[in-house]
């Protein structure tokens, strides 16, 4: 049966492939002994995490209004596994008589149901094992009290590059190692489009759906779907007429993107003759490559807290020196400004998950001045390695001046260490600071008398401006850049920087996204970064673009006060045809 979800997309582009249903390394659980005296507990806790579970589906029940009939009955069929003695008196009867504990005897039982399922001939009950694995995934999450790392298991016979990945929900960990993989493309059922999961889509160039709500439920392994990232949409199972259709557009997206290719050696200057830098955002040093391939005129933001996602421990100063340096050595020359671990937020470290609020508790800069000896490792080895080439150091999430005094004494006494045991580095390297805190951005001046450059990031700056959490869906419809409010603090940072003669850029999402090129460029902004895929179509904006016949136009916008008269005239800057 054919059926369409739709959700945010995140990443534009067309993806034709096989589902892949991605599990959760919580059925991966542990087998522990449990004392006698602590059984009936064990059963108990067993219980209240089948109520709990209870009470969700039958929520989500409720908001099934606007769903497509299927998730009703899918949720349906959950809830009567979950009144089965099969999945609830059986796992009990496992605990106490092997004293074990609940999600080992659960998952017992499940393997035990799902080898009977498979018996069978006809084909819907065959599959409704993955409904058995589903609502013991549930359980499962809810007697772990968190979620797990997701875990892939490929179907057998079909290549990377023709699977789309279905999963609840993707950690900033789970996107990363994906990028060894080459997978068409993957959706989930939650997600803001700045998330740092949306954000690696974008990073990959591969069409990405969030917010999908109910995918992850509605469909089965090996099931073929089309994701069409612009739009959001995600079709199952399509019939020829639609899977022609989109194979269509799939070709002249490819086409349209191999003529963008004819620019990388243009310079990069508008139509009256001002440079602008385009520069990349990269995640790990393996995109730097990319990042030249794009023609990148430098690295604009290297996220080096992706270093140590997916592992569990810390990156060693040599190891993290090697990382920067990698780096360097490939952009020949080019500046590249490695950030300071952004830890925290969404890109939590397991002990942090319990934090109250993440993205307003101890993230970013924060983390790194409260772990002085982390810190103080991750400042030599990017020290170490600036002898390689020209790195800026830059800081994410300052608020205070105290922030950025500490952080640069901390510079200089990495720098004194280094001197003591004789090892070479930049003495002048530049040190830059992140505006992202709506606070930081309305006292700039604090800042432009501290530091030598200025990024803004207006992932973090849209989220706490408009108290919007990024990587919430039923929030997402907010994350407005164009809120004048926005639009105010990022016109005020540029200017002011301009005026006390501080280079500025921009390498939030705001920076990549093409529709946004002349407003910016207007605003004043001459330094912009981005993920390497999204290089060459900004060039086609701004080469096409007048600077000075957009400066008064945006002038005028900035004195706008609704967001919708916003958009409109942002769409008027845009309406000279972009380049094919
Ligand atoms: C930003 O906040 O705009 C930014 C570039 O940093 P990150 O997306 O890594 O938080
Ligand atoms: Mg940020």
Request: include cysteine; charge should be negative; aromatic fraction near 4%.
């Amino acid at each position: 049966m054919s059926f369409a979800l739709h959700g945010l997309g995140v990443s534009g582009g067309i993806a034709i492939g096989r589902a892949m249903l991605m599990s959760h390394a919580t059925l991966e659980v542990a087998h522990l002994t449990i004392a006698p005296r602590l059984v009936d507990k064990e059963v108990a806790r067993f219980e209240h995490a089948l109520d709990k579970v209870r009470e969700e589906l039958a929520a989500m029940k409720e908001n099934t209004e606007h769903a497509p009939a299927e998730l009703a009955a899918f949720i349906d069929l959950h809830v009567m596994f979950l009144a089965d003695p099969e999945l609830v008196e059986v796992p009990k009867q496992i605990i106490r008589e092997r004293r074990c504990n609940a999600e080992w005897a659960l998952v017992q039982q499940m393997e035990h149901l799902v080898a009977q399922f498979e018996q069978f001939e006809d084909a819907y009950l065959k599959e409704r094992k993955f409904d058995v694995v589903q609502v013991v995934e549930r359980v499962v999450k809810e007697l772990l009290g968190h979620p797990g790392r997701a875990v892939l298991k490929k179907a057998k016979g079909v290549t990377e590059e023709n699977l789309i990945i279905v999963a609840h929900d993707l950690s900033p960990a789970d996107v990363i190692a994906f990028k060894e993989h080459r997978f068409a493309s993957f959706v989930t059922d939650v997600g803001g489009a700045t998330s740092h999961t949306a954000i690696l889509a974008r990073s990959m160039a591969i069409p990405a759906i969030v917010g999908l709500s109910s995918a992850r439920s509605m469909i089965r392994d090996n099931e073929l779907l089309i994701v069409d990232g612009a739009r959001g949409v995600l079709i199952v199972n399509p019939d020829e007429r639609v899977l022609e259709e989109y194979r269509l557009r799939k070709e002249q997206i490819e086409l349209e993107r191999s003529k963008l290719k004819r620019l990388k050696s243009a310079p990069s200057e508008t139509l009256d003759g001002v440079p602008v830098s385009l520069q990349a955002n990269i995640e790990l040093p393996a995109d730097a490559k990319d990042a030249l391939e794009s023609g990148a005129d430098g690295i604009g933001l290297f996220r080096t807290e992706f270093l140590f996602l997916g592992r569990g421990d810390m990156p060693s100063e040599e190891e993290q020196f090697e990382a920067y340096r990698k780096v360097i050595k490939a952009m020949e020359g080019r500046p590249v400004t490695i950030r300071t671990f952004d830890l925290g937020g969404d890109k939590a470290i397991d002990h942090q998950r319990t934090q109250t609020n993440p993205a307003l508790g101890r993230r970013a800069i924060r983390l790194s001045l409260a772990e002085p000896k982390m810190f103080h490792l991750q400042l030599r080895a990017i020290l170490r390695a600036s002898r390689y080439g020209k790195v800026k150091l830059l800081i994410p999430m300052l608020s205070h001046a105290h922030q950025i005094d500490a952080t640069l004494a901390a510079v200089e006494q990495a720098k004194s260490s280094l001197r003591g045991e004789k090892l070479l580095f930049d003495e002048n390297i530049e040190v830059g600071g992140m505006i992202e805190i709506p606070g930081a951005a309305l006292a700039v001046s604090m800042f432009l008398r501290r530091l030598d450059f200025l990024s803004i990031g207006t992932n973090d700056l849209i989220q706490y401006t408009l108290a919007i959490d990024r990587t919430d869906e039923q929030v997402s419809s907010l994350y407005d850049p164009l809120h004048p409010a926005v639009l105010m603090l990022v016109a005020h940072t540029i200017t002011s920087a301009e005026k006390a003669g501080i280079p500025v850029s921009v390498c939030g999402e705001m920076a990549g996204a093409p529709k946004f090129t002349r407003l910016l460029l207007g605003l004043g902004l001459r330094t912009f970064s981005m993920h390497p895929s999204q290089i060459l179509e900004v060039k086609s904006r701004l080469v096409q673009a007048d600077v000075n016949e957009l400066a008064p136009l945006v002038r005028r916008i900035l004195r706008l006060e609704e967001t919708a008269r916003i958009r409109e005239a942002v769409d008027k800057l845009n309406s000279p045809a972009p380049m094919n």
